[in-house]
């Protein structure tokens, strides 16, 4: 999900991108802007952190493009592409890392594991949003596509 800093600094297209270009696909993407009550779902696991009423505050601030990608290991190299949750420990070349300073404006979410990535996808959309289909080059993107 492109978090609302990143929509508002247009880097969006930029950062879907990075992941076109590494050879996932994408198979929804959504503007919207999120509830303070989906946000508080979305982010439970940090109901008791002392950054969570900034975090809500901050992920319903405008919109997100939300999105479903989908890859081999997907998430371990999304999350690797994405780069350390403060931006200041992000690798340069990562997403964070390029693109963003502060911990509370780090541009993008990205599932952690298959769990919380069900989890998350059923929050955002319906299955009927979500395409399924087969890009012709992937022969050229996996040895066993
Ligand atoms: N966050 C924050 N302050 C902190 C830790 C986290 O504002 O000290 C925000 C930040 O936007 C982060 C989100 O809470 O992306 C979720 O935190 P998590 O630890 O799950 O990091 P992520 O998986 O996004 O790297």
Redesign the pocket.
């Known amino acids: 999900m492109l978090k609302p800093d990143a929509v508002k600094r247009r880097l969006a297209g930029e950062v879907i991108g990075r992941f076109e270009k590494r050879g996932l696909k994408i198979l929804a993407a959504k503007m919207m802007v999120i509830n303070k009550e989906l946000a508080e779902t979305h982010?439970g696991e940090?109901a008791e952190k002392p950054?969570f009423k900034?975090?809500v505050d901050?992920i319903t601030s405008g919109p997100v493009l939300a999105t479903v990608i989908e890859g081999e290991e997907c998430i371990s190299m999304i999350r690797k592409m994405v780069g350390a949750?403060n931006p200041q420990e992000a690798d340069m070349g990562t997403i964070r890392g390029d693109y963003a300073i502060d911990?509370?404006r780090?541009i993008i979410?990205?599932s952690?594991a298959p769990d919380s990535a069900k989890r998350e996808i059923s929050l955002f959309f319906d299955e009927s949003e979500i395409c399924e289909y087969v890009l012709p080059d992937e022969e050229l993107i996996y040895e066993e596509p």
């Open positions: 982010y940090h950054f900034d975090l901050y949750t911990t509370g780090n979410h990205a952690d």
